[in-house]
């Protein structure tokens, strides 16, 4: 390819030919060379392109090759376009196609990670510390035994976990003697690291909404040791109205739409739509209210609220943070994690508060991790604002500055209707002062022109 991209112009079939093309013969071969060929035609649209053709045309034909090429449908391949740069998609996509490297999380209630890592090493296992987490290992290859039937892992010295999963449990923070709640836990990979970080202490309510996920959760938490657990099966919404005000600390694990783990989840490519999105969005913002509601903003040590997904669109993770923060008093706080990028503050048409930054988007193309987004709120008054805030601000007090506002503009009119009205006054006084005194002076002239003409008959009758 880089022979023909010496050429100034490269010859890229139309449109319509494309169209033709991935309907009747669709060669995965040329379809790979052709990407190819537009992103280096876009990487400098003014010289490279051929002729007077639009950027829009090439920009079609790459979105129809990438949805070929690497079989999305176009709903997501429009959503992740408007993601990342065009030269950023192709390294997104490319990482789906890889799976992310095993990771284990030791249980600190059961034993070290120094401890396993020697145990799993000498089964024959290859395994490495993984950095920036003093619980995680990163398993190369497993050993004699598969890493989900060994010894350890029956007795729950650890579980198999995406290394991503280790963030919202990171940034919830979770203290000894707590009352927490995971509202959708299932099937307990955070939940059973909450537990560890509390020690076992307090009181942790794991809950998830599908029953038969539970029992997953029930023979995670037997298998781990967890004492200080209720496990119960609840819609999440419920919880505002049950226990308000009662948690410590919440976590939101959001059902959501998989976008970023795709590479474990190949069937998200092409099952995703616009109402799904609604439909996601909808359930996160009613979850991420009644998690709010149930936390009290004067716990003594918590008051806070992690909201994730392993979603990477807008849709499901800021535009819910932004829902809250205007139907609640809470404000996003640091998530104390040191890697991913800043959530979104601006994002095409849509802006979003400037804390936003707070949040934290992991990529599997820059973190070698599934995608995914955490967010953390503190809680800062149990009262549920009755208007909606905006831009942090109470929406109420935008309401009164309008109404005094408005009643200023009613006492300007009302000076000035005053005003107009005692002018208009004045001048009719004036009018009808003149229309008497011309009426008194026309009787007046009547009166003397009477008075003139009986001198002058008497006058005439003396004579
Ligand atoms: C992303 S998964 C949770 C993964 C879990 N936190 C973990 O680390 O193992 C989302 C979960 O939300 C549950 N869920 C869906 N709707 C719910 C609802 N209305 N209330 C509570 N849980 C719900 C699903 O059954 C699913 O298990």
Redesign the pocket.
Known sequence: MLESHSKVCLEIPSLEEVKEELVKNPDMQNISHRIKDVFYVLENFRERREGSRSRQEYVSILELDLCACYSYNSFLIQKLKNLFPLSELQEFLEANEVPRPVTIRTNALKTRRKLLAQSLINQGANVDVLNWSSVGLVAYSSGSVPLGATLEYLAGHYILQGAS?FLPVVALGPKENEKIL?????????STHIAALMKNTGVLFS????KD?TKALIGNFHRMGITNSVITSL???RFSKMMPHFFDRVLV????SGTGIISKDEHVKMSKEERDMKRCSH?QKE?ILSAIDSVDAFSATGGYICYST?SILTEENEEVIQYALNKRNVKLVSTNLTIGREGFVNFREKRFHQSMKETRRIYPHLNNMDGFFVAKLKKTSNDIPKLNKTDGKVEKNSVKKAEIQNNKNNNVKNTKNKKVGESKIKEKLKKNKKIKTKKFAELKNKKTNEKKKKIFHAKNKNS
């Open positions: 999963s995971d509202m959708c836990a299932a099937p307990g990979g955070k809950n998830d909404f599908n996920r819609d999440g919404r694990d959001a059902p959501c359930l979850l392993c």
